[in-house]
């Protein structure tokens, strides 16, 4: 069975960091692309940033780049999200999701990120 299990989210002030983690669980992750979406009150899904299936490529949208880093480590079958200089437009529920494969678009139940002053 998939699983996507996130972690790591909080409430954090603007210009604070987090780091999010999603163990994956059911699938070959090491020859899988991840990307990273999330979603705003009230708004739709909103594509993050994506990471090949070595962990050499990164791609990120134009609202988090120079700011957000994903990184992977196939060992132990997880994906990460460093999250720095945030902002209060980031407060989102944050999910990785699959990104090829048979079970791309599959995401995990989320991880939530307030950032509030």
């Known amino acids: 069975e998939v699983q996507l299990v996130e972690s790591g989210g909080g409430v954090v002030q603007p210009g604070g960091s987090l780091r999010l983690s999603c163990a994956a669980r059911g699938f070959d992750f090491s020859t899988t692309a991840m990307n990273w979406v999330r979603q705003a009150p009230g708004k739709g899904l909103y594509w993050v940033g994506g990471?090949?299936?070595?962990?050499?490529?990164?791609y990120y949208s134009t609202d988090v780049k120079g700011r957000f880093t994903m990184s992977r480590d196939n060992g132990k079958n997880t994906l990460y999200l460093q999250l720095n200089s945030l902002k209060t437009e980031d407060t989102a529920m944050y999910y990785c999701q699959i990104g090829s494969g048979n079970e791309s678009g599959r995401r995990g139940q989320g991880t939530p990120v307030t950032v509030s002053a």
């Open positions: 990471i090949n299936s070595g962990g050499e490529n990164t």
